[in-house]
């Protein structure tokens, strides 16, 4: 099953501020949406708050040690990362996207297939960062749109990094 982490950040990284995304863009709001339909969605508590409710047409699963209680059939919570993904892996997805927030970023870039990060063409003040992008990743393609632009890396295997 491909992990794969999805964020919109900043120019300068910033994903959140005070619980929330620092700017609004349809567009971008748009491409996740489409990319992420139909797929589980993994995300921890934070993030889980600040959406008010759950994104629809996808299984939303939020890290917690509190169990998270939700009438919806498509809310599941688990104690880990590691729980959340082992579950994916017995639903038979074919693929899984980590959406934040930055404690689940930083944990999940560490062996995570693929990032898709949208790009703000603008800076923004901001408490809640994504990890630095480290020599493991080779970005493969872009695209570019008005205000943001779509970046996809996909995790150099061992082999190529030699």
């Not at 949406?33 to 969605?41: A, D, Q, Y």
């Not at 880990?80 to 693929?95: G, P, Q, T, V």
Request: hydrophobic content about 35%; aromatic content about 10%; proline content about 2%.
């Amino acid at each position: 099953m491909e992990k794969i982490i999805i964020a919109a950040v900043s120019k300068n990284f910033v994903i959140g501020k005070d619980g929330k995304i620092p700017w609004y863009n349809k567009k971008e709001l748009e491409h996740f949406k489409k990319t992420t339909l139909g797929f589980p969605v993994i995300m921890g508590r934070i993030t889980w708050e600040s959406l008010q409710k759950p994104l629809s047409g996808r299984t939303n699963i939020i890290i917690s040690r509190k169990k998270i209680k939700s009438e919806q059939s498509n809310v599941l919570s688990f104690s880990s990362l590691k729980k959340a993904i082992e579950h994916c892996e017995r639903c038979s997805k074919d693929k899984c996207f980590i959406i934040g927030g930055e404690k689940v970023f930083e944990t999940a870039i560490k062996f995570a297939d693929k990032l898709i990060l949208s790009i703000v063409n603008k800076e923004y003040s901001g408490d809640k960062f994504f990890p630095k992008i480290s020599k493991n990743w080779k970005e493969i393609d872009i695209k570019n749109f008005d205000e943001f632009s779509v970046h996809t890396y996909i995790r150099i295997k061992e082999k190529e990094e030699k």
